[in-house]
């Protein structure tokens, strides 16, 4: 956090005529600036800002504190007609005396004047998010900065409503994995056992009841399997299960890797002979696409 607040500019943000606890998130934001407040008589709009210092566009000391002081309606008005009367000079200790008590309670009031920005995920302190994500049971874990634990407090409702569908899925995966995944209903990727044309168990073919694929779905990540960690991919899985329709079935497809060969020249007795060096020996099915349409043109090629 301090690292953050290195990285902000030292420089008062506007905040005259926003509300206290607008003005504070503002200064907070902008300058990872705290605000010491100071309350006076004006005919302003209660509890808004009405004076900076510095003023806007100054350089901040090593402290980043903004004074401000803050509009609030004199308490003497408040107090029956006889101690308003008062002279002048009565008037004004009164009305000095009146505002340490002022003071002491502005903290209530403006808790109570912005008691709605409590329950707003946007909105309310930091120190607020646990207890109002355990109202939509939702642990928060550690590892989630605090942006992502608004951004996740304020979808949750959103995600109760879309759970078991495609698009509840989507966002499952990107708040709580970062994967941004496609899904594909009514897909499977594997045809069946064919002998000789998909029977590699683990590869086109996978061990598993029999499935309807109107029942079957797909997820598709953006993600190479070599490279995909375990961790990530648990997440995922764990994910797909917990929102998935107990009834539906699924399987991951991961970005495909094109096959890569090594140019292998053709066997020039004398000159590229040397098997394992030069040559190798293999079947069609070794034979790379751009040689195969060389043989194509030859009339060798595979029929």
Not at 5 to 14: E, Q
Not at 250 to 267: G, M, S
């Amino acid at each position: 956090m301090a690292e953050n607040v290195d990285r902000l500019p030292a420089i008062a943000p506007p905040l005259l005529g926003l509300p206290i606890g607008e003005a504070r998130r503002v200064a907070k934001k902008r300058a990872g600036a705290t605000l010491e407040i100071k309350l006076v008589d004006s005919e302003e709009k209660p509890l808004h800002v009405v004076r900076q210092f510095p003023e806007v566009g100054d350089e901040l000391s090593d402290r980043r504190a903004i004074k401000v002081e803050i509009a609030t309606r004199p308490w003497v008005n408040f107090l029956p007609g006889i101690y308003q009367d008062s002279d002048e000079e009565n008037a004004d200790f009164l009305q000095r005396f009146l505002l340490i008590s002022a003071h002491l309670t502005s903290g209530i009031e403006e808790r109570l004047e912005y008691l709605h920005e409590f329950f707003d995920p946007r909105l309310t302190p930091s120190g607020f998010l646990p207890w109002l994500a355990s109202w939509l049971a939702m642990p928060l874990l550690e590892g989630w900065d605090e942006d992502k634990r608004r951004e996740i407090i304020q979808r949750i409702p959103e995600l109760y409503r879309l759970r078991g569908t495609a698009r509840g899925l989507k966002l499952a995966l990107r708040l709580f994995a970062d994967v941004k995944a496609e899904i594909r209903e009514g897909e499977w990727p594997y045809p069946g056992m064919v002998i000789g044309k998909s029977s590699t168990v683990g590869k086109d073919t996978v061990l598993s009841p029999p499935v309807f694929i109107s029942q079957c779905f797909t997820v598709e990540l953006p993600d190479k399997k070599t490279e995909i960690s375990r961790e990530r991919l648990r997440t995922v899985q764990a994910l797909v299960e917990t929102e998935k329709p107990a009834h539906a079935h699924y399987a991951l497809v991961f970005e495909e890797t094109e096959p890569t060969y090594d140019a292998v020249p053709f066997l020039h007795v004398g000159k590229t002979g040397r098997i394992g060096v030069d040559a190798r020996i293999g079947g069609q099915e070794d034979v790379p696409a751009t040689q195969d349409e060389e043989l194509q043109k030859l009339g060798l090629g595979k029929k």
